[in-house]
């Protein structure tokens, strides 16, 4: 397997991102049909436990992924089937709703800087900081002269998370508008997903191109060198799931976490 597969979904620093042109129903580099793609995902998922046992044990680094997408589009999936085989000692998952009244009342950044990780932790963020450009820019909650200037406001403080030895990978989950119908139509149909749509999540739908610009830009405008986007071709869930856990892998490799040093054991034994 290429080194550097995550390449193919990552987005360049100041690359202007067109989502149509992207294929949300791609299988492009996939080890093979869904069998033999599920089970190289389960190989994956065994070298992350690995590799975060390792980042753990060295506590000099952090991962920080971020997951977006429009609703439907397998964050909860994603967490479920790419995330349950790490150890919970040092993973977290935050999910962002809609701010509290307190949340509100500090700066846009003030609910998530804590919640990043320490070191030593993976921490996932389904939804994030970006929701403040997305929903927030889409339904108007505040002007434009208040949302537009967050761009470079969400490089600074990526910049600063990096700094401290923060990995930042983005992960934008792509569905097409007819599988977003699909899975709507499933939670409609089957009592036991009932619980995960709401009416208003027609709202939304209704303002589908809204939100592809307002990803297109937040995407265009924050993939960086430390902080890149990954655009992933998410119709096919078994794809999506291989190619987040090919990014995790290959980006935890690259940190290359290390075992601290141990003692002088030469000679210890135990009586
Ligand atoms: P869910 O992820 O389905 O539980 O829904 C959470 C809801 O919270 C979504 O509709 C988000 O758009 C909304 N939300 C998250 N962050 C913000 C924010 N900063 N401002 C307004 N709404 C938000
Ligand atoms: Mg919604």
Known sequence: MAKTDGQRWRVGPGTKVHLDKIDTRSTAGAPGD???????????????????????????????????AIDAGGKDGTIKHVFRGLNPASCRVVSFKVPSEEERSHDFLWRVHNKAPAKGDVVVFNRSHYEDVLVVRVHNLVPEDVWRPRYEMLNDFESTLAAAGT???????????????????????????????????????????????????????TSTATAPWYVIPADRKWYRNWAVSRILVETLADMDPQYPPAEDLTGVVIT
Request: negative net charge; without cysteine; charged residues 35%.
């Open 34 to 68: 869904r069998a033999a793609t599920d089970e190289a995902v389960a190989g994956l998922l065994g070298e992350l436990q690995g590799l975060q046992e390792r980042l753990y044990a060295e506590g000099k680094q952090s991962l920080l992924v971020v997951l977006q």
């Open 167 to 221: 990995r930042i990978v983005k992960l934008y989950l792509h569905i097409s508008k007819e599988e977003q119908a699909e899975r709507f139509q499933a939670r409609i149909d089957d009592p036991s997903k009932n619980w995960k749509f709401r009416t208003a999540d027609l709202e939304d739908r209704a303002r589908w191109d809204a939100y592809v610009d307002a990803f297109e830009e937040a995407i265009s405008r």
